[in-house]
């Protein structure tokens, strides 16, 4: 079993859509990351969260501490938004990935 | 604009040829830098921590004699693949942790464009 398991694993949206991805982990952390990887490779980091709710601009991301989860959210999706979105988390000594999300939306 | 800068971006060369890649945070003092592996269609591997000043740290099956790690100073670490064979070829990719709030700098806040490694 992954220490940080995603879904779904492809998700098609139509432009507009509101857009949740999901991140369960089985470890304790210290932070959990989301990041977004555009096709040609670069990463972005788009949180780093340890509670509660952060926002930026269309982008919300939660977090349970007690349940050990995360969710993503994209509001209004723009085609720009596609990309492969990847949950981590840090433990201070370990740092797991998810698999990622590949989420396309279109126009 | 982006703080941390990769390069180079893509390298195409001969087996047995050594390869450097370097990893610069642009402006702030990055004493942890992270090294990742890609396979296509694959999440990230974490290779190795480095440490400003320090050895670095390799994760399990990651060859250290393979996989030289130099972080000589706050704002450069370099990756050298060395004697590079095709099985070698993949996606690299650095980040760096500064000193925040959460977690201090062992979190890698801030990720290079990568390096695409192919060899022949």
């Known amino acids: 079993k992954n220490e940080v398991e995603q879904s779904p694993q492809n998700l098609t949206a139509q432009e507009g859509e509101f857009i949740t991805i999901n991140c369960s982990y089985s470890v304790g952390i210290s932070a959990l990351h989301w990041l977004q990887q555009h096709p040609g490779g670069g990463i972005v980091s788009l949180f780093m969260l340890s509670s509660g709710k952060k926002k930026h601009g269309r982008l919300i991301a939660t977090i349970n501490i007690q349940e050990k989860h995360s969710s993503l959210h994209i509001t209004a999706s723009h085609p720009r938004d596609s990309a492969v979105y990847i949950c981590?988390?840090?433990?201070?000594?370990?740092?797991?990935f998810g698999t990622g999300t590949s989420l396309t939306v279109i126009p | 604009g982006a703080v941390v800068s990769q390069h180079p971006s893509r390298v195409i060369c001969k087996s047995g040829t050594s390869v450097k890649i370097e990893c610069r945070s642009l402006d702030f003092q990055a004493t942890t830098m992270f090294w990742y592996r890609q396979f296509p269609k694959k999440s990230l591997m974490l290779m190795a921590t480095s440490n400003e000043g320090s050895k670095a740290t390799y994760e399990q099956g990651v060859e250290k004699d393979k996989f030289l790690i130099n972080h000589a100073s706050l704002t450069l670490s370099t990756l050298t693949v060395t004697s590079a064979h095709p099985e070698d070829s993949s996606f690299y990719i650095c980040s760096a942790g500064r000193l925040s709030g959460q977690g201090g700098s062992n979190q890698p806040q801030h990720f290079g464009d990568g390096t695409r490694l192919s060899i022949l």
């Open positions: 981590a988390v840090g433990t201070g000594n370990q740092f797991y």
